[in-house]
């Protein structure tokens, strides 16, 4: 199995289950504004994500961060929420919202 395949297999897997979003990101994260100014949580990442204008939620950048971050909290595997921090760190670089 090919690591494309792999990865669409796991992210299959972990969509079954009901994600355990309240873990903690491997690291927290303050913004440079807005009301979700600190994400501390999977959650805190999810909802600013489900609240960002649509034509935002689309670029790949972010739909990337998303799915990541639903397969960390259905697996709950520190791997998996290292890999959902790191993306949601670089779709935030990327829009310049994280405060150096």
């Given at each position: 199995?090919?690591?494309?395949?792999?990865?669409?297999?796991?992210?299959?897997?972990?969509?079954?289950?009901?994600?355990?979003?309240?873990?903690?990101?491997?690291?927290?994260?303050?913004?440079?504004?807005?009301?979700?100014s600190?994400?501390?949580?999977l959650?805190?990442?999810?909802?600013?994500?489900?609240?960002?204008?649509?034509?935002?939620?689309?670029?790949?950048?972010?739909?990337?961060?998303?799915?990541?971050?639903?397969l960390?909290?259905?697996?709950?595997?520190?791997?998996?929420?290292?890999?959902?921090?790191?993306?949601?760190?670089?779709?935030?670089?990327?829009?310049?919202?994280?405060?150096?």
């Amino acid at each position: 199995m090919g690591k494309q395949s792999t990865q669409r297999h796991a992210v299959e897997q972990a969509e079954a289950a009901t994600p355990d979003l309240s873990q903690p990101l491997a690291y927290p994260m303050t913004l440079t504004g807005g009301p979700r100014s600190h994400l501390v949580t999977l959650m805190d990442a999810a909802i600013l994500i489900r609240d960002m204008e649509a034509f935002r939620q689309v670029r790949p950048v972010w739909d990337s961060a998303a799915e990541l971050i639903l397969l960390a909290g259905s697996t709950g595997d520190a791997s998996d929420i290292a890999e959902a921090t790191r993306q949601l760190h670089v779709a935030l670089n990327h829009d310049n919202w994280l405060k150096n």
